[in-house]
């Protein structure tokens, strides 16, 4: 029956599927059919059916998508500006224009089978079991490493609020920021427990707000008290700019839940204009954030811009309170996948008892960790070199060559899109590189 309805689709596309229908890059000159026979029929089979009526709306999927991409990412850009210099703006863009292709990429390979729901899927339909297995792979290690880097934010930031807080047990004395860290994980260890995460999927969406509130701040602290005292800065620094490279990736690292986004759209055909729109808006965020930042505090800018606002003035606390709720709602978020893989591995059935220790197990190892890291940006460069650049730019690439094999044929977009892997390799390569060597220095 699917067969006979795709020879029934009208030749006339609507005018909001016009970017969709076609590649992105035109193939109008490729020789052979079959390269794009894929591609076509699962156009014409989705141009037939009517947008779901109970999906999300375009603004509501545009307000889930810029809060995918909107994260923790926003508090390192003035720093990772510092360590490339103002030169490195233009490839700041570049980065943004890099993944919002490569988000097209997803929706494509999105379309070539109904059976794709997630981001694993794509792998699997693409290479089979071992394209699943590696990018779930990718993902759990991403979000393990982000959930990290949350519990250092919480740390660090407490720090500043309540310098010189210390608790003492007999033996044991905690303060500082691992005192901190274990309070924080305190306050979240419930969460973790929840296996219902839709209460706390919509408090995360405060993570727009605290962008646009860090934002406000860094203008409140130049127009009230600082003002532009480091308006030259350097123009290039070739040394740190595979920090502020990977720092960029995390800026638009959402890749990972784009299917999810996707599915659940009321009308599929208006993903690119979200992305779109999505895309633009954390740009400017990210770009304001990251001038403003680096024009109050130039290269003393630290890993995270909430550690330079003055402490006492109340533009830095509404600033660090409204960011730190959003990692203490987004935590029990990023782990879930991993707890729930873990236990699907070990048994079929978890006893509830057996889940909160696993979970609970979890979250400790994360605090371990985060105690032992000492630099906040050093981490964030590692998961944008490493992590990021495998699932915002080679995953997406190399899945959309092999569901619809256009390396068969020389084209623009065969081009393109080899372009931008190797621009992904070197990142990834010289990026990690670096970022290991940051971390393993300061250890």
């Known amino acids: 029956m699917v067969a006979n309805s795709a020879h029934a689709v009208p030749n006339q596309e609507r005018d909001d599927e016009i970017s969709l229908t076609k590649p992105l890059i035109s193939q109008e000159?490729?020789?052979?059919?079959?390269?794009?026979q894929l591609y076509r029929n699962t156009k014409d089979l989705e141009g037939q059916l009517p947008p779901c009526t109970n999906g999300a709306s375009f603004a509501r999927t545009c307000l889930n998508l810029t809060n995918a991409v909107s994260g923790i990412g926003v508090l390192s850009m003035p720093y990772a500006l510092s360590q490339g210099g103002w030169l490195s703006l233009a490839i700041f863009l570049l980065v943004g224009i890099l993944c919002y292709y490569t988000g097209i990429l997803i929706q494509r390979c999105m379309r070539a089978d109904p059976s794709i729901n997630s981001y694993p899927d794509i792998g699997r339909y693409a290479f089979g079991p071992i394209g699943q297995n590696i990018i779930a792979a990718f993902m759990y290690i991403e979000l393990y490493l982000v959930a990290i880097s949350f519990l250092i934010l919480e740390g660090d930031?407490?720090?500043?609020?309540f310098p010189g807080t210390r608790i003492e047990f007999s033996f044991v004395k905690l303060e500082g920021k691992k005192l901190f860290i274990l309070l924080a994980a305190g306050i979240i260890l419930p969460t973790t427990w929840l296996r219902d995460m839709a209460v706390l999927a919509y408090v995360s969406a405060i993570g727009l707000v605290a962008s646009v509130v860090l934002t406000g701040s860094l203008i409140w602290a130049c127009i009230a008290d600082?003002?532009?005292?480091?308006?030259?800065?350097?123009?290039?620094?070739?040394?740190?700019?595979?920090?502020?490279?990977?720092?960029?990736?995390?800026?638009?690292?959402?890749?990972?839940v784009f299917p999810t986004i996707y599915s659940s759209m009321r009308n599929k055909n208006q993903f690119s204009k979200v992305l779109l729109i999505s895309t633009i808006l954390c740009t400017l965020n990210y770009g304001l954030t990251a001038v403003l930042g680096y024009l109050i505090y130039g290269n003393e800018v630290q890993s995270q811009v909430t550690l330079n606002l003055p402490s006492e003035k109340i533009y830095t606390k509404i600033a660090i309170y409204t960011t730190l709720i959003n990692p203490l709602a987004?935590?029990?978020?990023?782990?879930?996948?991993?707890?729930?893989?873990?236990?699907?591995?070990?048994?079929?059935?978890?006893?509830?008892?057996?889940?909160?220790?696993?979970?609970?197990?979890?979250?400790?190892?994360?605090?371990?960790?985060?105690?032992?890291?000492p630099f906040f940006g050093y981490l964030m460069s590692f998961i944008g070199s490493f992590l990021s650049v495998m699932a915002t730019v080679l995953f997406p690439c190399v899945c959309y060559l092999k569901i619809y094999r256009t390396f068969r044929v020389v084209s623009f977009e065969l081009v393109a899109i080899l372009f931008i892997l190797i621009i992904g390799i070197l990142v990834a390569v010289i990026g990690t590189y670096t970022s290991l060597q940051q971390i393993i220095s300061s250890l």
Request: aromatic share 10%; glycine share 6%.
């Open 29 to 36: 000159n490729y020789k052979h059919n079959e390269v794009n």
């Open 330 to 373: 987004k935590y029990a978020l990023l782990i879930a996948p991993i707890t729930c893989a873990i236990e699907e591995r070990i048994s079929l059935v978890v006893k509830r008892s057996t889940s909160f220790v696993i979970r609970t197990v979890v979250l400790l190892s994360t605090v371990v960790l985060a105690s032992s890291i």
């Open 226 to 256: 600082t003002g532009f005292q480091h308006a030259k800065g350097d123009m290039f620094n070739l040394q740190g700019l595979p920090t502020a490279l990977g720092l960029y990736f995390v800026c638009f690292a959402g890749h990972a």
């Open 157 to 161: 930031n407490l720090d500043k609020l």
